[in-house]
């Protein structure tokens, strides 16, 4: 049996680079309701809302535990795509557990 990952309404945003990840240094830590984390549509709304001003790049959101919760890009102050699937391991991230199944 899995375990399902336990939701947490503070994560440490990751920023990666070339050749390594560190943490963002202008927003250590990204807040969201677990009201938002229903469908793809109403979370990409609530980080939009929080991102304004970060540079271009892949971003990260880490649990307390070192999970990654999600990994996404970001463009002109936009979330533009989520990955589902992560590139070192493989497995699916988190976040798609909280979705609303229809």
């Known amino acids: 049996m899995v375990s399902r990952t336990k939701f947490e309404d503070q994560m440490s945003v990751i920023r990666v680079r070339k050749g390594y990840a560190a943490p ?5 830590y990204l807040y969201i309701d677990k009201k938002d984390v229903k469908t793809e549509r109403t979370f990409k709304k609530s980080i939009n809302e929080q991102i304004r001003n970060w540079p271009d790049g892949i971003y990260f959101l880490r649990l307390s535990t ?5 990994r996404f890009e970001v463009k002109e102050n936009k979330v533009t795509q989520f990955y589902r699937v992560s590139p070192a391991t ?5 976040l798609y557990e909280f979705f609303i199944k229809r």
């Open 90 to 94: 493989g497995m699916k991230y988190p």
């Open 24 to 28: 963002h240094l202008k927003q250590k």
């Open 66 to 70: 070192g999970k990654v919760f999600i």
